[in-house]
């Protein structure tokens, strides 16, 4: 759909000025390979948006074709053969399934960017999970090659910590999340337009948060979390 175009072209930097690439080769041939690379993918996407729209927290909920609770158990780059592209193939252990059809107990997702063979991609606006990384993550989608699979970027990324041995969430920009909101009914002509983001610490409207990493024991827990967005789903 288009919003998901507008997310792939801000992932595949639709001009420099979206993103960025810090490169070390070892041959200056690879290095040039890999550039040439990514600008045809550039240009091949350029008749789409070059940004990442902010959205609000229903829609993220709506539009994910999977939502789960998981841990990062394993990370791998890979460079693909035929177009030079370097990737970071990240494998969760699924602990809880919120909203999708899948059966399998672990699931791989590929997000653009990493440190190949001497290789360095980066994707300014991307944040990959970490190894060990608990969270809930929100897929656009399970079919689609996309840059980044989660949608908004860091407005479907949440992280989980433990504190004090309770489990709460965070946002991907670590700021505790202290609410969840609907504000798909809200009037257009009271709502808060929408803008553009830059991808990596980013919030979707609706969600309320402490600006202070330290007010954790504000944040909802794991539950309270996954039900407010049950119920943004269910509704």
């Not at 653009?112 to 809930?136: C, D, L, T, Y």
């Amino acid at each position: 759909n288009e919003n998901s175009e507008s997310y792939i072209t801000a992932a595949i930097l639709a001009g420099l000025p979206s993103a960025y690439f810090a490169i070390h080769a070892k041959q200056l041939l690879a290095a040039t390979t890999c550039i040439l690379c990514l600008l045809a993918a550039i240009a091949a996407n350029s008749a789409y948006a070059t940004t990442i729209l902010a959205m609000d927290i229903d829609k993220v909920a709506a539009d994910a074709e999977f939502v789960f609770e998981g841990e990062v158990i394993n990370s791998e780059t890979r460079q693909d053969n035929s177009s030079g592209i370097i990737s970071t193939y990240i494998t969760f252990r699924i602990d809880d399934i919120i909203k999708g059809d899948y059966s399998g107990d672990s699931v791989e997702l590929k997000f653009m960017g990493g440190a190949f063979n001497g290789q360095i991609v980066q994707v300014s606006g991307m944040r990959i999970p970490e190894m060990a990384e608990q969270g809930i993550y929100f897929v656009e989608s399970m079919s689609r090659d996309l840059i980044n699979p989660l949608i908004g970027w860091s407005q479907g990324h949440f992280i989980i910590v433990e504190e004090d041995g309770v489990r709460r969430m965070r946002t991907a920009g670590n700021q505790p999340v202290t609410d969840v909101e609907p504000v798909s009914s809200i009037p257009p002509s009271i709502k808060k337009p929408l803008s553009v983001v830059e991808g990596n610490t980013d919030i979707a409207a609706g969600v309320m948060t402490e600006s202070s990493p330290i007010m954790i024991q504000r944040a909802l827990t794991v539950e309270e979390f996954k039900s407010r967005i049950t119920d943004l789903i269910d509704n």
